[in-house]
């Protein structure tokens, strides 16, 4: 069955840089883009951005510009999100989610980052 | 496009009806879908293209609209429906809904 698996929990300072993976296992990776959304701490959903998984294209919202790097190891069937200079207002939860026609029908169990001093 | 749910929060009992609203700044083109999260959980999704259920979905759950408004209704809520929804658009790049937030009355 298809699996989105995240990497654990990570605990910064400000200024630190993050990086998150997103293992996909039970269909062909480069067959599907890979999405980002982002969930600060009691908050909604809001779309990041997507990476095109055949030719390693990033596309981002127009409020993750800059900071966040999206990435492949297309042969280890995994996207990356990077953030730099990290800031408290990244602390949040961070999802990957498979698109299937545009809408989102996959998703990792989502890997939490807290920014603190 | 921006989307707005209503309400933020819901109360009902086992066993009601209950509506939930999605409003689009613009024309959505039925490019809809709704996405329900319990606490601690990635979204699942629950209606696609307006109106068309996901795979393994209850029936109870259907949703409809049209150009800037969309519903998503639960037949009869279930102890299990406890959950935030959340409204997607994809007809015009990729936005969510801010939420609402359902529980047990």
């Known amino acids: 069955q298809i699996q989105l698996v995240q990497s654990g929990p990570e605990l910064k300072k400000p200024g630190e840089s993050v990086k998150i993976s997103c293992k996909a296992s039970?269909?062909?990776?480069?067959?599907?883009?890979m999405h980002w959304v982002k969930q600060a701490p009691g908050k909604g959903l809001k779309w990041m951005g997507w990476?095109?998984?055949?030719?390693?294209?990033?596309t981002y919202a127009d409020d993750f510009k800059g900071r966040f790097v999206f990435s492949l190891e297309a042969s280890a069937s995994t996207a990356n999100l990077q953030i730099s200079n990290l800031k408290n207002e990244d602390t949040a939860t961070y999802f990957c989610?498979?698109?299937?026609?545009?809408?989102?029908?996959?998703w990792g169990q989502g890997a939490s980052v807290t920014v603190s001093s | 496009i921006q989307l707005t749910q209503s309400p933020s929060l819901l109360s009902a009992s086992v066993g009601d009806r209950v509506t939930l609203s999605c409003k689009g700044s613009?024309?959505?083109?039925?490019?809809l879908a709704w996405y329900q999260q319990k606490l601690g959980e990635a979204p699942k999704l629950l209606i696609y293209?307006?109106?068309s259920l996901q795979t393994g979905i209850p029936s109870r759950f259907s949703g409809s609209g049209s150009g800037t408004d969309y519903t998503l209704t639960i037949s009869s809520l279930q102890p299990e429906d406890v959950a935030t929804y959340f409204c997607?658009?994809?007809?015009?790049?990729?936005?969510f809904g801010g939420g609402t937030k359902l529980e047990l009355k």
């Open positions: 989610a498979r698109p299937n026609y545009y809408v989102m029908d996959a």
């Open positions: 039970g269909y062909t990776f480069t067959d599907y883009a």
């Open positions: 990476i095109n998984t055949y030719t390693g294209k990033p």
């Open positions: 613009q024309n959505i083109n039925n490019y």
């Open positions: 293209n307006t109106n």
């Open positions: 997607y658009q994809y007809n015009n790049g990729w936005t």
